[in-house]
Each structure stands twice: as structure tokens, then as C-alpha cells.
T-cell receptor, first 116, second 116 residues
């Protein structure tokens, strides 16, 4: 049973560039959330996707956008990269509320983005 | 607003010592959920426990135990007879009933180092 998989694992970009990160949820899960974790900090919620729509959003600018595909996989896009966007980006999957949802999120190992 | 505070940034113990990780939370919700996650060096967060606000019964799972005290808004985590494999960053998190499986509010984490 494959867990949450993310790609790429590491990448380096320069300021002003754009980046796309990818996530495949755990088998049987259809809800994907993205988190940003700066060095030495706890993860911060970016947004959640369910049924190919953004359902919730944290306090992140519009430069952060996402997409969910019919197979439940998801992408996180960040435009006009800033130095402060350097972080570990974590994807988490879960079953949606009301479907025996224990509230448990299953996380991938993350994509570490460095912006120079 | 919801907030989670983990005042202990780093803890270092010698193997077989008991260690307690503190977590204090703030919320205006009457129904909420608390979590503990473990983040090993590989990066993914591993779910340890979920507790809802109506259940103040303490829980024990092997060497792990959790003490939930609503009166002090605390949800502390104790590892008994610590082992080197327990070395990781531990996060306490909070969510409301409407955001299960999505938006978690994480503390800043406590890095536990268990030395042989």
C-alpha cells in the first residue's frame, strides 16, 4: 500500500522563478492538503483540495496556487519565488469529513525548495 | 484564534530516561481535536494520537502516554524509558471539528535527542 508520494524531493530555484510540486495521495484517500514548513518551525497550512476544488485556504498569497486531478493527485504552484519561500513543502492526504474520518493526516516526505 | 505553544525547543536525554514534552493550546471552540505527530529526519510527519475535547481520559500506548487537561489547556506527551529511535522532532497540533483531515494548527515543535 503506497503512502503519500511527493516529487521532486529537492530542488533549487532563483528568485522570480516559478515552481511546481507534485503529490500522490495514499491509496483510498481523496483529500489533499499542502503545508509549508520553514526551517525550525512547525508546518503551516497552505490549502486543501477535495473533488478538484480548493476547499480551505490558509494565510498565503495568491502566488501560491494548486490543482487537484481526477485521480486525486495534486500540484502546488508557486509563482514569483521569494527567498522566504525556501522551505519543506509537505503534502498530506486523508479521507473527507464524515467518512470515518479520524482526523489523521498521512504525510509525504516533502519537497525541499531552496530559493537563491 | 487558535494557537499551539511548545515551549521546549530542544530536549536532550540519555537512553532509558523518561521525558515529557509539553503542549499548551488556545482555542475558543468548545469542540476541538488535539494531535501529536513525530517527524523523523526523513521529513514525513507520523501520526501518534488524536484526542477530542470531550475525552479527557489519559491514554497509554506502550512506552507513550498522553495527559490531556482541559482546565489548563494542556496536552502533554510522555515517553517512558526513552530509546535512541525516539530521537525526532515532535509536534502538537490542534483543529476544530469542521477542519478534520485538513487544516491543523501546529506548534513549533520540540526536538528530542536521546543519547545512548
Amino acid at each position: 500500500d503506497a503512502g503519500v508520494t511527493q516529487s521532486p524531493t529537492h530542488l533549487i530555484k532563483t528568485r522570480g522563478q516559478q515552481v511546481t510540486l507534485r503529490c500522490s495521495p495514499k491509496s483510498g484517500h481523496d483529500t489533499v492538503s499542502w503545508y509549508q514548513q520553514a526551517l525550525g518551525q512547525g508546518p503551516q497550512f497552505i490549502f486543501q483540495y477535495y473533488e478538484e476544488e480548493e476547499r480551505q485556504r490558509g494565510n498565503f498569497p495568491d502566488r501560491f496556487s494548486g490543482h487537484q486531478f481526477p485521480n486525486y493527485s495534486s500540484e502546488l504552484n508557486v509563482n514569483a519565488l521569494l527567498l522566504g519561500d525556501s522551505a519543506l513543502y509537505l503534502c498530506a492526504s486523508s479521507v473527507p469529513q464524515g467518512r470515518r474520518n479520524t482526523g489523521e493526516l498521512f504525510f509525504g516526505e516533502g519537497s525541499r525548495l531552496t530559493v537563491l | 484564534a487558535q494557537k499551539v505553544t511548545q515551549a521546549q525547543t530542544e530536549i536532550s536525554v540519555v537512553e532509558k530516561e523518561d521525558v515529557t514534552l509539553d503542549c499548551v493550546y488556545e482555542t475558543r471552540d468548545t469542540t476541538y481535536y488535539l494531535f501529536w505527530y513525530k517527524q523523523p529526519p526523513s521529513g514525513e510527519l507520523v501520526f501518534l494520537i488524536r484526542r477530542n475535547s470531550f475525552d479527557e481520559q489519559n491514554e497509554i500506548s506502550g512506552r507513550y502516554s498522553w495527559n490531556f487537561q482541559k482546565s489548563t489547556s494542556s496536552f502533554n506527551f510522555t515517553i517512558t524509558a526513552s530509546q535512541v529511535v525516539d530521537s525526532a522532532v515532535y509536534f502538537c497540533a490542534l483543529t476544530d471539528i469542521y477542519n478534520q483531515g485538513g487544516k491543523l494548527i501546529f506548534g513549533q515543535g520540540t526536538e528530542l535527542s536521546v543519547k545512548p
